[in-house]
């Protein structure tokens, strides 16, 4: 698989929105517009990392902003724009991604379904742009002072993430310092590369004004809508004297394998969370083959799920973990594993349900080789966002 990191460039100072502190950072619904878009970025499976360029005198609001996200360190932006994603990739050129997509701060609600068309365009482009048709009718007001129409067919709104492969894009930003190009494709278009167009998304509008704004905190504010996710791991069963599920360590005859701590409860816990937001699995945020995950008490995978969807306005409802297993017994520590979990999830303990069965010692687990869980969840997102 290629490797893809996604660009956000956040340096701006907000000229034209006003305020104390640059917008980027003001609280959108319940948490800086930032946020939305850093947690947006890193819940899509298919972006491995996600760099936030940002200007030297607001690391403590990104440091607020990225908390949980898991992001590495950010890097300082220059003047201008262009400049800013020009030292963004070349901070990245030490170990260049395949891809890079060079997404705006100022635009929160991307969707999976933008990043994925422009993720597909790179198959067969070197850069790729979403763009909108133009809806009203174009003006063009003359020397003499009368207007004429503009052929509006022809006049696509650019929005981004825009994407490119990246040694493409690097050397297209390297040829460009010191022009004044508005965007990244402007750049390309200006280093030869051909710029493919997929479809955007009228709903990742960039907040420039106080009405953007307005209408940006409306659409968090607004209906509704109900997400079920769904959640399965297995592991083996070994030499040991305790197994750790649902966060709680209960003394057994054997001990549970696996490159985390294996509590394969708050495994499937993850993975049914990360399913509410099309956030891939486990295994893509978490990849078993990075040592920082060895060992790990795997509350730290269900806390960085929970991160990334109450980092979109979601709310979690409830959770309902059933484990598989003929032994250890579930019943004395279903309490303090409804306890462990609930508080995890920051919900009540009446809306967290653990519950345990045999397979009546058929197969695998009924052979006491492994034990299962399965976890469903259900929380509430914005209606109005992708
Ligand atoms: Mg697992």
Excluded at 14 to 29: A, E, M, S, T
Excluded at 60 to 76: D, M, R, T, V
Excluded at 260 to 265: E, R
Excluded at 360 to 382: D, K, M, N, T
Aim: aromatic share 4%.
């Amino acid at each position: 698989m290629k490797r893809c990191v996604a660009l956000v460039v956040a340096a701006g100072r907000g000229q034209r929105f006003g305020g104390d502190i640059p917008k980027q950072y003001k609280v959108l619904g319940d948490a800086a517009m930032l946020r939305h878009t850093l947690g947006r970025l890193s819940a899509h499976p298919d972006i491995d990392e996600v760099r936030a360029v940002i200007h030297p005198n607001d690391v403590s609001q990104y440091e607020s902003a990225a908390k949980g996200l898991g992001l590495a360190s950010p890097i300082f932006g220059g003047q201008e724009r262009q400049d800013s994603v020009r030292l963004g990739l070349e901070a990245i050129a030490a170990d260049p991604p395949d891809l890079v997509l060079i997404h705006d701060g100022a635009r929160p609600f991307v969707g999976a379904g933008v990043i994925d068309r422009v993720l597909d365009a790179l198959e067969h482009s070197d850069a790729a742009i979403p763009a909108l048709t133009v809806p009203d009718t174009l003006k063009q007001i003359g020397e003499d002072g009368h207007s004429a129409s503009v052929d509006r067919s022809k006049i696509w709104r650019a929005q981004t993430p825009q994407g490119f492969r990246f040694s493409a894009i690097l050397q297209a930003h390297r040829e460009a310092a010191g022009q004044v190009l508005t965007d990244d494709s402007s750049v390309a278009e200006f280093g030869g590369l051909t710029v493919a167009m997929v479809d955007g998304d009228e709903r990742n509008f960039k907040i420039t004004t106080r009405a953007d704004f307005q209408h940006a905190s409306s659409l968090l504010h607004g209906a509704l809508e109900t997400r079920v996710g769904h959640g399965v791991d297995v592991h083996k069963l070994g030499e040991g004297n305790s197994v750790t599920l649902c966060g709680v360590l209960i003394p057994h005859d054997q001990g549970l394998e696996g490159h985390s701590d294996a509590d394969v409860a708050l495994h499937a816990l993850t993975d049914a969370l990360l399913g509410t937001i099309s956030a891939g699995d486990i295994g893509r945020h978490f990849p078993p083959t990075d040592d920082k995950w060895r060992g790990a008490a795997s509350v730290l995978f269900v806390n960085r799920a929970v991160a990334l969807l109450r980092a979109r306005g979601a709310r979690i409802v409830n959770a309902d973990i059933t484990i598989l297993g003929e032994a250890p017994r579930i019943g004395p520590h279903r309490r303090m594993m409804t306890t462990r979990v609930a508080s995890i999830l920051g919900i009540d303990n009446g809306r967290v349900g653990i519950k345990a069965t045999t397979t009546e010692q058929l197969g695998f687990i009924g052979r006491r080789e492994g034990l299962a869980a399965h976890a469903v969840v259900s929380v509430q997102c914005p209606a109005g966002l992708p």
